[in-house]
Structures are given as C-alpha cells and as structure tokens.
C-alpha cells in the first residue's frame, strides 16, 4: 500500500467537496472522482492522525460489493479508470483509492438497516422495547439476532452534525411514498445477501447504512459507499455471542479507546480537536481494517490444490514404491471428497499393477480403502482396514503413517460406538504426528469433539472443534473444514431438535450459532467437501424451520432430503426425520399424511436407533398425535420419550465416568 494520505491535492480538477474521509472532484458535468484519504472520525470528529492505507481498504471493500450486488439495485460506478481523469503527476494520489462515478441526485435519507441489537438500539430497546420506535419481541439481549431486519432511516447532518432517526411516515415525506418503500425494499435485501455472505467468511454484519440517488432517467441508484467497516458494523463470528458488545472490525476500537483516554485527568468531550493517537492505536485500527478486507474478499482455498500436488509428487516420486505410497493418498483425497467410485478405481489399479508390495505401500492402500469404505458408508470394513493400515505403520516405526491411520481409525471406531479405543487413537494421532500432520491432527480433534460432545461436555467438544478446523485450514482441506462444520451443527441442531420436542426453552442465540455453522458449510470452494453432506444439511435447515414453526418450510425440505439422505446410508436417523415431518404436516392441517407418517415412524424404529433420537421420535409423535387430537396416545409417546431421555442421559454419565481418566491423562 501506498503511504498515508491525509488530504488529497489535485489541481487539475474542481473540489466539490471534503467530507470526514472522502475528498470530491467534479468531472465535467455528469461525473465525480470520489477519492478515499485515510482520515478516519469518530464521534464526528475528524482525527488529526491517518490510517495508513484505510482508503484503499475501503475502495476495495466498497468495489468489491458494489460488483457482487449489482444484481440487486444498479450502482452509480462509471466502470472508467480513475487514473485517466487526473494529470501524470496527480496519479499517485487517487491510485487504488478513488472511483470514477456518475453523479446523482442524492436522496436526503441514510438507508440504515439492522439485524442485531447494538449501538443506540440497543439502549433505546432496554427502555422501550423498540428500536427506533419500532417495536420489537421482548427478552431480546445485547447483541441478539433480530426476528427480521428492521430498516431504520435517518436523515443526513450538516458537517459536524449527527444524523438523526426518522420514522418510515417522515421518510415518506421527504422523498414520496413509493420511493420510501423502493428505498426500504432494495436496502434489505441488501444487507440480507451481504450479510449472509459474510456469515461464510466468518463475519457478522450487526448493522449498516446505505445512501441511494436518483440519475438521470430518476432510477434508484446505490451510490457513495457501501458495507465498510466504516458505514457497518462487522463483528468476527468466533467471538460473536449474545449478551455483551462483541468485539469488532470496524470503529468502535477506535471509540472504545477515545472513551477511556483521559486528557488532564478528564474525559475528551467529543469536540475537535480531538486527543492524539498513539501508534499503537493507529496500528491495531489498520490491522481491523484490513483483516476485514482480507476476510471478505480472499479466495477460499480448495481442496484442488491437495490433489495437484499429490499428482506432482507422484509423478517426481524417485521410486516406484513412493508412486504407489502417493496415489494411494490421491485416492484417499479423492473418498474424502465424496469421488468414491474414482478412489475405488485407482486403488484397483494400484492392486493390479503391483501384487507384491512392501509395509509402507501395503498400508497406504489399506488407508484409502478404509477411506473409500467408510465416505461409501461401509463404517464396519473400513474399521479393520484402518485397524490393518495403523498396525503396519505402528511396525515401521513410520510416524506420519501411524498418526494418520491412528486418526482415521478412531473415526471409524466412534460411528460404531467403541468411545474408548476412539479416544485412546484419536489421542495417540495428535501425540504422534509429524510437524506436518495436520490433516491427521485436524480429523483426531474432530473425533475427540465429537466424543465429548457426545457425553455432554459441550465446552470442552468447542475447543476441540476449533483446533479441528485450525488444522483443516492449515491443510488446505475443506472437506475436512465441511466436516468439522457439519458436525458442530449437526450435534448442536440434534439437542435443540430434542429440546424443542420435549418443551424446553431454547436459546435464540443457539439457532442463531447452527445457522451461522450451515452458511460456512454450503459456502466452501468444493461445495460441501463430502457428498453426503449435500442430502444432509437440507435435513439440518428442515428442523430450525420446525424449531422456528415455520411448518411449510419443514415439510418441503423433509419431502426432499429424506430419500437422498437414505441413499448416502444414512437410515439410522430416519425414524427422527419422519417423526418430524409428521409434526410439521400436523400443524400444516394435513391428518392423513401426517397419520401415515406416524405410522412410518413407528415402523423404522428399532434396537440400531439411539436412545437421544428415539427419545425426540417419540416427544415429536406426542406433539403430532396431540395437534390431531389424541390426547392417550400422545401421552404415551411423551412418557416413553422421557424415558429415553432419561437413558440416554444415564448413558452420558457412565460414558463421562470412564472416558474422563483417559482424556485427562491424554492431556484433555
């Protein structure tokens, strides 16, 4: 980046204007170069010290999601460079920072839209129960998730003014009723798509303002600029949660740190000029700055770049022995990718190619084997082949081998439900990998998050799933970073499905979290990263929607995944998924199906389906039967769901009592 520009100064174009950041030029009649400077206010007040290379952040930021929302509502950018506007010596100054835009008839409104509580709504909604006198649920908390987005529009200040809320009547007034609701309409729909965007790159956008125009046919036109940290408020989704002001890519570093300075002993009153920055302050609000950009706007990385290079490395590989070891792990790659008739396919030709192998060859194969199996849904083969693969590396004294078939092995041994050999393997992977293991250490950690996870040690299962997708991203591997997801989500949707059935409060905050972790999912460069997972998430979606009561949503997803789901082998939770469906088309008014579902529930039950699940297929037969009116039947199914209930938390208990010395002397 360039060095910090605290005031543009070009001679060859007329100042329209200097606002608190951006210094505007008129071009000709019908354009503007808009040139970003790194001044930064706050509180109104222009600080006296720059941000190096924030207006180029900024421009980038503010280019980036004018060019991913254009399908939205057109924007006021000319698509001209803003370099050939200027003269030669004047290019430096507007390079990477300025845009050449058309110039508009401003509308005399601020499109604010909010989708969390924070800020000024925050303080208005402990008082009143609204937000800008609109009024809003009770029981809400700092920082909650709102039921939808509200927009809150206020009108434009002078310099050094603050801008000021009206109510959508006065909005009406100032620029006519049919273009207040073209406004209010194009706004949230706006920051619905950016802010579901940025849930994918692990951001939270609480709220943002946006500024429209009119051009010369009188079309609305966004314009100025758009979802920056200093027009939004971003908060990274790793911190986020509700009840405290979450901390932030945007200003309000800088307005926490101005609140506390004291300057002779007393607080700054908020007027210019205002208090010194130290550098330290100068560095850390660039660092917010451009983290945001560089999380917003990065590629993502793709689980292509592991195949390219394992197919170099075969192709380098000094033996033929080394070939093998490395086409196997391409095959492996490639189950774990969901490819699994491919994998299959390489692994027969390695088996035909060479009959007689050595240790390590012999064992890599038997690892694709046993990934092939168990992505194919073959849980039990692909236990003994791992079990083979983790002998013959343990043999060898091959470190990278042991830990990875260690890590597999205990994944394998957690889907058939043997949770101590799982964690003991799972533990002896992380205890023995290589400095470069991280593929092996990312699927350990996600074994022993699911482990504790399963016997109720929500928090301890938490930590365990960031060191997974710490791991995952270190290796570049996203199905690995799908999986990690899915599994938070999907444990965490299975309880609040449960609880929800059973008539227990459930946290917003905790469906805000599972929505949050099923956005990241479906965002990833490789889809989903295992096939399956693809049948499953719909699944996941269909019971927030029953959580939620939103019945039509449920059943339509219901109706779609439940038989893909079934050919991804994934039928142990079919009675669940049914008993569901049965409850949402209750609600949705249709007895008879929702009787034959009933009946379908009942018959897919069996000995394989565990305790937590038949405990929520019988609490949500009882919510179906009494919508329909069978008050003794209903009864019946509640009871005997308290009764799994029960077991399955007298399993948690035995399951903690054993599993805890051993994790404690693995370390964890």
Known sequence: MTSALFESRLHSLPLIARGKVRDNYAVGDDRILMVASDRISAFDVVMGEPIPGKGETLTRMALFWFDKLAHVVPNHLTGEPPESVVSPDEVEQVRGRSMLVKRLKPLPVEAVVRGYLAGSGWKEYQEHSTVCGIALPRGLRQASQLPEPIFTPATKAAAGAHDENITFAQTSELIGPAMAAQMREAAIRLYREAAAYALTRGIVIADTKFEFGLDERGALTLMDEVLTPDSSRFWPMESYQEGISPPSYDKQYLRDWLEAVRIEGSPWDK?????????DVVRNTQT???????????????????????ELQAKSAKSIEDQ??????WAGAMARLGRIDVARDEISKLRQANASFSARPTAWILVAEGLTDHFGSLSTNALHKFKRAHALATAMGDANLRSFSAAWLSASEFLVGTYDSAATHAIEAIQSSPPDGAVALSRAHLVLANILYTIGMYGEASAQ???????????????????????????????IA???ALGKSVASAEVTSAEMELNSIENLDTGLGVASLGAMIPILRAQLALVKERWKEADQQYSLSIPEAATYGQLRWEPRFLAEQSHARAMLGLREEALHLVGRTMESMS?????DDLAACHARLSLTLGVLGDAEEAAVHFDKAREFADRFATRQDLHRQRLLPL????GF
């Not at 093998?324 to 792990?329: E, G, I, K």
């Not at 997708?469 to 199905?479: P, Q």
């Open 498 to 500: 449960l609880e929800n």
């Open 465 to 495: 799933y960031t060191k997974a997708r710490h791991f995952a991203v270190e290796a570049r591997d996203i199905s690995m970073q799908s999986v990690s997801l899915y599994n938070i989500a999907a444990f965490r949707i299975a309880r």
């Open 663 to 666: 994790l404690s002397t693995g």
């Open 324 to 329: 093998v070891c490395l086409r196997a792990q």
């Open 607 to 611: 000995d394989r389906v565990d305790a």
């Open 288 to 310: 917010r700055y451009m983290e945001a950009l560089k999380k917003l706007t990065a590629r993502p990385m793709i689980s292509q770049g592991l195949l390219t290079r394992l």
């Open 271 to 279: 007027r210019a000029p205002a208090p010194k920055l130290s550098e």
